[in-house]
């Protein structure tokens, strides 16, 4: 009887804990097969614009690929790297090694989708499997009290409800071993300049540095526990929100951790201190989930009725090169967009105030800035990005009124002075 092999396509998800389909695949095949393939889509420039992904986060990633090969190989196993189209590259790798089933987990935005489309009608082809798994929110599809055309559109109601008739799932086992067909050819894993990227230069202004990698993740969730319990966000001078974020986006983004791992994480520590001060990261993992939800029942139309991007005068071309520069004369802004564009993050405060400006201020189309943001920030994840974009224009399905509306005008008064701004504004380069 010939053994049974599962291919497991990596994708965001690059954890071997609290991972369905790579517990579920080792339980189920006699060998496994893990893949990552660096899509070309996400690196090449079209029409002379700037890449989809941008060397920061390309950085990051490769980082985090690296780690999960390296973890793969302590437990005994190995990854495949490749350059290429997933629908040719996994159909292939299929066939090289008599793959019985393909695993992977779903994606909700139109363009991640399309791609696993496309692999799955290349698979039928070779009458194989691809076997979609849900694994990236912190409510499972199947435990929401409501189907998902029902969600409600409004956060506030959405947020009521499944925390009022829902329960977050357990994490799951991580396998103890990685058993692999012979692979002749793991691959190495692509430099910046393979991906047509230039390596970005170290500001030494950053206080967080952020390594890729779920050995890394996992850390950083440690030291949000042991050096910021106290998460509730405080204003400073003028106003200033100070940041007290946890700063794990980057890593949930790609599914270096789980939403399930962090939240289950603070359930430990609440219990454990006797402490109730970590609600800030609750909510950001409830966010994460709404936005992830909206793609799933509204997909494109999440955020706009015209799929046509707007005309462009040069004066507002000239505007938006300004913003994206940090050269706006509003000193919040520019230190923002500076922060941004050496370290790839800045606050989900900042976010709101830049996207803000430019749609309330400069009247330059959101969808502009949500690319940019797309290409520059190492936390992007479709559905939080674009539909985080689209609250601040007033645009989605939340009924209620636009909270950001006076954002700009907030931004030009806080302190100058202020040790954010004076940082980020200084003549100090990246070294």
């Keep these: 009887m010939s053994e049974k092999i599962i291919l497991v396509w990596f994708r965001n998800d690059l954890r071997i804990r609290d991972n369905e389909i790579l517990l579920d695949a080792v339980r189920k095949a006699d060998k496994i097969l893990p893949v ?59 066939e090289e090694y008599n793959v019985n089933e393909v695993y992977h987990h779903r994606e909700v935005a139109y363009e991640e989708t399309n791609i696993s ?8 082809k ?25 969600i409600p ?9 499944v925390e009022r008739d829902s329960n977050v799932r357990p994490t799951i086992a991580t396998p103890e071993s990685i058993v692999t067909p012979q692979i002749t050819d793991a691959g190495e894993l692509p430099t910046l300049e393979q991906l047509g990227l230039i390596e970005p230069a170290v500001d030494t202004r950053s206080r967080v540095k952020f ?37 794990l986006a980057p890593w949930l983004a790609l599914g270096c951790i789980s939403m399930r791992q962090v939240y289950w994480a603070v359930i430990r520590h609440e219990q ?28 494109k139309q999440y955020f706009t009725t015209d799929e046509q991007a707007e005309a462009t005068s040069p004066e507002k071309e ?13 000193p919040f802004i520019d230190a923002s967009m500076r922060k941004l564009n050496a370290t790839g993050y800045i606050p989900n405060f900042n976010r709101q105030m830049v996207a803000g400006y430019l749609v309330r201020d ?16 190492i936390d992007y994840s479709p559905a939080s990005n674009w539909g985080n974009w689209a609250y601040v224009a007033g645009l989605g399905h939340d009924p209620r009124d636009n909270k950001y509306f006076n954002l700009a005008k907030q931004a030009s008064e806080l302190d100058i002075n202020s040790e954010f701004i004076c940082k980020w504004l200084s003549a100090e380069a990246a070294v």
């Design 211 to 247: 390594a890729g990698g779920e050995t890394e993740g996992l850390k950083r969730l440690d030291e949000y526990f042991e050096n910021n319990t106290q998460v509730q966000p405080t204003k400073g001078r003028n106003g200033a929100t100070v940041d007290r974020s946890s700063k």
């Design 126 to 150: 070779l009458r194989l499997n691809l076997k979609h798994f849900i694994g990236h929110t912190l409510y499972h599809k199947e435990d929401l009290p409501f189907p998902i055309k029902d």
């Design 362 to 377: 400069l009247e330059i189309d959101w969808k502009k800035g949500a690319a940019y943001f797309e290409e520059r920030l």
């Design 117 to 124: 489309e496309q692999v799955e009608t290349a698979l039928w």
């Design 272 to 299: 454990a201190n006797n402490a109730h001060n970590t609600g800030m990261l609750h909510l950001e993992l409830l966010w994460r989930d709404y936005f992830r939800f909206m793609f799933k029942k509204h997909g």
């Design 36 to 94: 990552y393939c660096f899509d070309p889509f996400y690196f090449h420039a079209v029409n002379n614009s700037s890449p989809k992904t941008g060397a920061l986060r390309a950085k990051f990633l490769l980082e985090s690929v690296g780690d999960l090969r390296n973890t793969l190989q302590h437990l005994g196993g190995e990854l495949i790297v490749r350059i290429g189209n997933p629908a040719e590259v996994i159909p292939q790798l299929a």
């Design 153 to 161: 559109d409004s956060f506030a109601v959405f947020k009521k409800k």
């Design 318 to 330: 000239d505007l938006f090169r300004k913003w994206k520069a940090g050269q706006t004369g509003v």
